[in-house]
């Protein structure tokens, strides 16, 4: 079975900062490039970050995180992390984990949520 699991969300004030995590199994990890997606509360789904198989500097950033959130990836421990910091009202959604690859069918985690409020 091919499942991704996230953890690590929660509530935060406005300009905290979380830490979450994505943990893979059942699928080849290391083939596979890892993003995060997000769903807000108006229903949008927004492409939050990328990370390549490769992991290092081989990422992406949606416009409105870069510069506060990073992507990175272990693959020894075959997971994906995102680590939000300065973290605002409008960043409140479900984050999801996400892999693919060229070969297969996407793979998306649960969702976790992620509330940013006074």
């Known amino acids: 079975q091919r499942e991704l699991v996230e953890s690590g969300g929660g509530s935060v004030q406005p300009g905290g900062s979380l830490r979450l995590s994505c943990a893979a199994s059942?699928?080849?990890?290391?083939?596979?490039?890892m993003r995060w997606f997000r769903r807000t509360p108006e229903n949008a789904r927004e492409l939050v970050a990328a990370?390549?198989?490769?992991?290092?500097?081989?990422?992406t950033y949606g416009d409105s995180v870069k510069g506060r959130f990073t992507i990175s990836r272990d693959n020894a421990k075959r997971t994906v992390y995102l680590q939000m910091n300065n973290l605002k009202p409008e960043d409140t959604a479900v984050y999801y984990c996400?892999?693919?690859?060229?070969?297969?069918?996407?793979?998306w985690g649960r969702g976790i949520q992620v509330t940013v409020s006074s």
């Open positions: 996400y892999a693919s690859s060229a070969d297969t069918s996407p793979i």
């Open positions: 059942g699928f080849p990890f290391t083939y596979y490039t």
């Open positions: 990370v390549g198989s490769g992991g290092g500097r081989d990422t």
